[in-house]
């Protein structure tokens, strides 16, 4: 089975508009979690520095509008049966839950995952707990007969870190380091996430052929481990500077773990 993968260059809040509804078996968001500040912190003996990416700043109203709008957007081309899985850090997640909670009561949530980043970069100001870890929240749009997927056996004969041993139940607290060097080959993203972390979100709760779609693709992690893996996708991103970066990555992951054929297309949305 060919699979196809579409980068689509624009803002998601409109992009989102022009998918059908019930079309996408899963969602996966990475959005901004509003936690850049316009004078950020550096370390003088590291070159760690805290974000200050424009497309991360917003007033309090602004974002919790931002984030009602795409969050509704994204149950709405959610098939029945469709998983919806948004990563965040305290910035973000309980806005995020409370959104799921307070206006989609036909969403079920399964799951909160802790993501604990082992090799979490230290804090500057020495004034807080070193934060090292990150929340995701996995949610389910079930009806019309159909219920969420959930690949059980998958993730215990496969899923293996220091806190899940290979073969036994896996946990809600996942351990998974910082992105390696050697995944940021094709160029910068600040906030590139972990092939190991999508690997575990699109193989639990989907199957080969089905849709997986990014609203806030950035280097196109989701794309290019659903390329991998035998998955469609759709990734969204705003800015054009990263379209080097994924095309890179979705050219060197030509090689599918199925040898299937995959068709990639870059396109720029028009409203
Ligand atoms: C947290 S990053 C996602 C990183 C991604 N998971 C990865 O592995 O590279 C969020 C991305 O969303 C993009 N973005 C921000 N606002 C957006 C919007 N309204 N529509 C589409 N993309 C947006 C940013 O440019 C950024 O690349």
Redesign the pocket.
């Known amino acids: 089975m060919e699979t196809e993968h579409k980068i689509i260059f ?4 409109k992009v989102l508009k022009s998918i059908p509804d019930n079309s996408i078996d899963l969602v996966f968001a ?4 509003n936690m850049s500040k316009k004078n950020g912190l550096a370390w003088k003996y590291s070159k760690h520095v805290t974000m200050q990416e424009d ?1 991360d700043m917003f007033s309090k109203d602004d974002f919790f509008k931002f984030n009602k709008e795409w969050i509704n957007e994204c149950f709405r081309i959610l098939k029945h049966g469709g998983s919806f899985w948004v990563s965040g850090s305290f910035h973000n997640i309980y806005q995020t839950g409370f959104i799921i909670q307070q206006f989609h009561p036909e969403i079920k949530i399964n799951n909160s995952i802790v993501w604990f980043k082992p090799n979490a970069q230290p804090n500057i100001t020495c004034r807080f707990f070193t934060e090292s870890t990150e929340h995701l929240i996995w949610a389910t749009k079930n009806g019309d007969g159909k219920k969420w997927k959930f690949n059980y056996q998958w993730t215990k004969d496969f899923i293996e870190d220091p806190l899940n041993p290979k073969g036994k139940q896996t946990r809600n607290v996942w351990s998974i380091p910082l992105t390696p060097k050697n995944e940021k080959w094709a160029g910068d ?1 600040p ?3 972990p092939f190991e972390l999508l690997k575990r979100v699109i193989l639990s709760s989907t199957n080969e052929g089905d849709i997986v779609l ?9 794309s290019v481990v659903a390329k991998y893996y035998g998955r469609n996708s759709i990734g ?4 054009k500077k ?1 379209q080097e970066v994924i095309k890179k990555r979705l050219q060197k992951s030509q090689k599918t773990l199925s040898d299937e054929s995959s068709k990639v297309i870059f396109e720029e949305f028009k409203d």
């Open positions: 624009g803002d998601a809040l990475d959005p901004p979690y497309w993203h906030t590139q996430k990014d609203p806030f693709v950035g280097s196109g992690t989701t969204i991103e705003i800015n990263y």
